[in-house]
Structure formats: C-alpha cells, structure tokens
C-alpha cells in the first residue's frame, strides 16, 4: 500500500513478445501465488480488447481475463481493474467502455488518434487499485514491439513510462523463434524502453526446460535482461475460462447428451461454454463457419453477440437458418442466450441505427417475441430460479435491447437484481422446446447446469467454480517451482 513515507505501492507489469503469448495467465497465476502469500494483490491491464466481457460489483463491465485474474487474486470484480475495454462490432470498429461504461463506438483509426486522451482515465484507475493493495501486477497488449503503434500508446510502453513501472517481458517458445522474438523486441525498442524491461522469462516450454539453458544464455547476452526462468507447459490451462473466440475449443466428452454451438462472427460473453466442456456426459461440438449444423444434435446454443443484427445475418449465411429449422422439426431443442435470444424471435429493430443501418429485420421466427435494441446498456448481477426446474440459478445480465411478445408470458427465469428488484426474464415456447434468456453465465452455476442437464438424461457431479479454485491453485504452485519469484517481487518493489 501506499505509506506517508512516499513509498509506492510494489508493481510491474507483464509484457509479451506478441499478443497471445499466455500473459493473461501468467498474471492470473501470479496473482494466486503471492495472494497465497497472505499478500492484498489486484491485477490491472489498462486497455484490453475482448468481446468477452464480466460484469463487475460496481456496475461495470471488464475483460473476461482480468474477472479470472481477480479470482486469483481472491478479490470482488472492479471496473478498475480493466480501465479501457474495446469491444469489436465490425472489422474496422470497436465499442469503446471507459471504466466499466459505454464512452462510445469508433473505427480503429478515430481510436488510434484519442486513444491518448484516455491516459488520465486509466491512471486514475491504477491509482485507486495501488491504494488497496501490496502489490499491483500488470498486463500489457500485444506486444512493445509493435512500435508502429507507440504513439499515444495506453497498452504498453506508454502506460508503463507514465505509471513508471518496471517490465518484464514473456515470450512463447511454443510458437518458434524465441530467441529471435525477444532479441527483436529488444531491438526495436528505444533506449529508455530497454531500459524499463528489467527482465524476461519464456513460457510454454514442452520437455526437458535444461536444454533452453543455453538460450537463456544467449538472450541475456544479447539484451542485458535477467532470466527468470522457463515456464513448462501447463496442461490445465485448457480448463480455465476462455478469453477470446480463438481461444475455444470443443469439448472432450463423449456422453449422452449433444449440444452444438455455430461459433457467430461476433460471439460474445460464451463464459457459458467453459463448463459445458468439461462435462463427461456433455458432447460440445461448437461449429464453424461453412460447415452445417450437425443432424444429430440435442441442444442447438446460441450464444451472445456484440453485433445480434450483423451476427444474424453471418447465420443465414452460412445456411444455418436452414439447419435449425430441420433441428426443431426433428424434434430437437433451442436455447438462446441474450443475442441468441434476440435471433430466436419475429424481428429485431434498431431505430436509431446502434448497430449500423436503422431499421428492422426478420428474426429466425421460432419465439414469438420482438426485440427493440435501445442505447442503455443493462449490467446487473442476477440471482433466482429456473421455473421449469425449479432450479437455482445466478448470472449476469450484459445487453442492448428490450424484448416483449406473447412468449415471454412464458418466462424461463424468475431473477432479482443485486438490489433485489424482481423480474421474469426469457420467453419459452408452448411445448417448451425454445427458450431464450438474457442472463449469461447461467451454465457456471452448478446448481442450474445439473437440473437442466438432468432433462436431457445426462448426469453432472462437476462443482465447476471449485475446480477453476483448484486450477489456480495448481497453476501458482507451476509457477512458484519454475520462476524465480523472489527477484520478481525484487523488481516490484524497486519500482
């Protein structure tokens, strides 16, 4: 914490030699191991781009990863902890949230230009996370070495020069070219920048870690940095959450119930997916673009989108339309969850052009509902009941949009918010065999996932919370026999 002294709250950040490189979970890990310490950690990263999104305690929205990463950490979600989130709706644009809040929707050009203009923003943030903590561990984006985009950078070197932390830098030798990778970045850095990286470790290491040692050797040489370590891989990360789209993957279990998921060109906050994985009695198979919906599926999902009108239309696209339709008629099931939910009815409105082009356009016609897309952005916690199962259940509500229609008078949920104001949330058909929700994450909760799992005939002893505890717990104690941890808080605290 910060003392009267003048002594600044220990902190480094977390750079990598490119985007996806596992600083996310490396920062996740670290967060347990020194909150295992006894240690008050919090974990930053000022500007993330993810379409997966976690609702925060203060009413805010942040990145997926940082929500694991403050789980590590044992600690409620803060919009702080993710000051700048952008949230992609097309190729060339993104919705910009500034500490947890919709600040507006810009091309990435626009972006590049005021990205600077948010520095304040996000070190008021990191101000008040250092107030509360012992150490703050930080997340960079992408890569420094992405110099073409230095100027007016937030992500990475420029935060890290006005925040003045330390760097240490992570490199993936899973993909090839470590060596390379790091000797580049420190390559293209400028002087000042070498000189902020005052170390490195490489990560993703398959086999015998001894036969790097020459490596590390090498790469020390050659920038001056220290060695931490190597990190071998981690063969438990495939369980913790998914941050990004590329990230999922289809699950391992071969039981009795089938439940397809077409992965939409904007899928956002499939945080549901995650535990339906790592159910044995679960086949999830999640669906590209061009391939059909497979004929012999239980559940069709479909899950959120940042962009419901845009993702409709990739659906149709890729004739899924057409599949889903076969799917109902054999008598299969449908559940949509929020944007899902929206693509489930007659038709979808967006009047004042939030998504692109005022208008309306068709729904897949299989709820009878209609959905208005509306500015105000609903983010609430939410608890209560699954009325056909009478089941418990809680999530969190992140959407554009009303819905209202003869279905929703047979709602799916009964929930309260935070506040404890109640509602009736979701439409389900007569026969009940379509159903639409706009609260996410009703999947992590056991409770709900065991009931509903049961209609199908399968069986869930899977506590799923409890097991991402217990990942952490593993990935902290990976890190701890591998990293030398004791020059990292050297470094954290010399900043």
Known sequence: MTHSTGRRTPALMIQGTGSNVGKSLIVAGLCRLFANRGMTVRPFKPQNMSNNAAVTSDGGEIGRAQALQAMGCRVPLTVHMNPVLLKPETDTGAQIIVQGKRFGTMRAREYGKQKAELLPKVLESFSKLQSD???????????????????????????????????????????????????????????????????????????????????????????????????????????????????????????????????????????????????????????????????????????????????????????????????????????????????????????????????????????????????????????????????????????????????????YLHIRDAGGTPKLDGAQSSDGRIAGTYLHGLFTDDDFRKAYLRGFGAVSDLAYEHQIDAVLDDLAKHLEGVLNTEAILEIANNR
Not at 314 to 337: E, M, N, S, T, Y
Not at 399 to 410: L, M, V
Request: aromatic share 6%; with cysteine; net charge negative.
């Open 133 to 411: 903590a012992d150490l703050v561990i930080v997340e960079g984006a992408g890569s420094p070495a992405e110099i073409n985009l230095r100027a007016g950078d937030i992500a990475n070197m420029g935060f890290a020069e006005a925040a003045d932390l330390p760097v240490v830098l992570c490199a993936d030798i899973d993909r090839g070219g470590v060596i390379a990778s790091v000797v580049g970045t420190h390559a293209v850095l400028e002087p000042s920048e070498q000189d902020r990286i005052k170390a490195f470790f490489i990560n993703r290491f398959r086999g015998d870690p001894s036969l790097f040692d020459d490596g590390m050797r090498e790469i020390a040489q050659r920038t001056g940095w220290q060695g931490l370590g190597v990190v071998p891989w981690f063969a438990d990360a495939n369980k913790l959450p998914a941050e990004d789209a590329l990230d999922l993957s289809s699950g391992a279990g071969s039981g009795r119930i089938k439940i397809v998921v077409p992965v939409i060109s904007r899928i956002a906050n499939f945080d549901d997916l995650d535990p339906l994985r790592m159910e044995p009695d679960v086949s999830l198979e999640l669906i590209g673009p061009g391939t059909p919906l497979p004929g012999d599926a239980d559940l069709v999902l479909l899950p959120g989108s940042k962009s419901t009108i845009g993702d409709l239309a990739f659906f149709r696209k890729q004739g899924w339309d057409i599949d889903l339709a076969a799917h109902v008629r054999r008598g299969g099931h449908v559940l949509g969850i929020c944007g899902g939910y929206q693509m489930l009815g007659k038709t979808i409105s967006d009047p004042d052009g939030i998504e692109g082009t005022a208008g309306t356009v068709e729904g897949l016609g299989l709820l009878d509902v209609e959905t208005v897309l509306t500015p105000d952005k609903s983010l609430v916690e939410a608890e209560g009941k699954h009325l056909t199962s009478g089941a418990s259940v809680k999530g969190y509500e992140i959407h554009i949009g009303r819905t209202s229609g003869p279905d929703c008078a047979r709602p």
